[in-house]
């Protein structure tokens, strides 16, 4: 049973009522019910966390790490800005798929350049909720194809 931490960044607690013509209606439970029942169907678990602040993420990143066998995650803002964030994902040696709600490609130019990208196996955006689920298949095949990933 592959074990899956699912982080979410600053004002994804907000999902559901901020900008829905953005990120859409299903709120931040919604999304992790969905990928929990996801991962139920495969017989995986996960395990979510949100946080405001860059030091909360860095901080679950590093303890989820000794549970899971792999992150999906989605900071967010931090996701162009953070460093911290990155240095983490790097320093805890899991696979780790970048998941976006939008598609940040598409969007300001700011949102263009993820400062975690190269250190994550993959990147998902723009497919709303269901941007978790392919994460967390993406994710799933990654461990199975090479479980050493995992260790």
Not at 8 to 37: C, F, M, Q, S, V
Not at 72 to 94: E, K, M, P, Q, V
């Amino acid at each position: 049973m592959a074990k899956i931490a699912v982080i979410h960044g600053p004002n994804l607690h907000l999902t559901g009522k901020r900008e829905p013509g953005i990120y859409g209606t299903a709120t931040l439970e919604d999304i992790n019910n969905r990928t929990a029942a996801a991962a139920a169907e495969a017989s995986s678990q996960v395990k979510a966390f949100q946080s405001n602040s860059e030091g909360g993420i860095i901080d679950a990143l590093t303890q989820l790490a000794d549970w899971a066998d792999g992150i999906i995650i989605n900071a967010g803002a931090y996701t162009h800005t953070s460093y911290a964030i990155r240095d983490a994902i790097a320093g805890i040696g899991l696979p780790t798929v970048e998941v976006h709600l939008s598609n940040i490609s598409a969007r300001e130019s700011f949102r263009h350049t993820s400062t975690l990208a190269p250190v994550c196996i993959g990147q998902i955006a723009g497919f709303g909720p269901f941007s978790y689920i392919l994460g967390l298949q993406a994710l799933l095949h990654h461990i199975k194809a090479d479980p050493r990933s995992s260790q």
